[in-house]
């Protein structure tokens, strides 16, 4: 069974600018989580989507929004980048009321 | 709300050395806990987890168990191979997202 994707894995982008990473979920994982990663402050939850519905957010500026697909795919998008976006993000899927979260690679995103 | 904390890193050992990396939790209930490990370059792998009290988890010579009265998910190998570098990350799930740990760098050395 094929693991979680990420697309792209590395992005650079200037600030004030916009992105959008994609993940895509194991087969039959329903749930998608996306995590920040960063030297200082770890790795913090963004927030979580399942069957196209946010379900939870962590504490993050509104800037930072996701949305779900029917296919359970997941997009996340950053609008007017700042420096200290600058981060390895990470998407997570699990099954419906599961615990286990399966993590993809990373979008590596470096903000100039 | 829930956390956990992990000893700091990082940690240096030989080949075939006994492995501890610390790790406590704070939460209501009794959570799920979990050890995620994450190689240079990659994403987070699950190596183990454990659902209630006294539960051991294991993977690939790894274990850790779910102490209620100390609250603690140590990490334990008893003999690390150099493949076996990599940052370690203690998780409990806190119902709706995974609360991590900092991280402890481990380097095994040949």
């Known amino acids: 069974k094929a693991g979680v994707t990420q697309t792209p894995r590395y992005l650079i982008k200037t600030r004030g600018q916009q992105v959008t990473l994609s993940c895509s979920p194991i087969s039959g994982h329903r749930s998608v989580s996306w995590y920040q990663q960063t030297p200082g402050q770890g790795l913090q939850f963004l927030f979580e989507y399942f069957s196209e519905t946010q379900r939870n957010k962590g504490n993050f500026p509104g800037r930072f929004s996701g949305r779900q697909f029917s296919n359970s795919r997941s997009e996340m998008n950053v609008s007017t980048l700042e420096l200290g976006d600058s981060a390895l993000y990470l998407c997570?899927?699990?099954?419906?009321?599961?615990?286990?979260?399966?993590f993809g690679p990373g979008t590596r995103l470096t903000v100039t | 709300g829930d956390s956990v904390t992990q000893m700091e890193g990082p940690v240096t050992l030989s080949e075939e050395a006994f492995l501890t990396i610390n790790c406590t939790y704070t939460?209501?209930?009794?959570?799920?806990l979990f050890w995620y490990v994450q190689y240079p370059g990659e994403g987070l792998q699950l190596l183990l987890k454990a659902t209630k009290a006294d539960d051991k988890g294991s993977n690939k010579g790894f274990e850790a168990t779910y102490r209620k009265e100390t609250t603690s998910f140590h990490l334990e190998k008893g003999s690390v191979q150099v493949s076996d570098s990599a940052v370690y990350f203690c998780?409990?799930?806190?119902?709706?997202?995974?609360?991590f740990g900092a991280g402890t760098r481990l380097t095994v050395k040949p």
């Open positions: 939460a209501t209930g009794y959570p799920s």
């Open positions: 998780a409990l799930w806190a119902g709706n997202d995974m609360r």
């Open positions: 997570a899927s699990s099954l419906p009321g599961g615990d286990e979260q399966y």
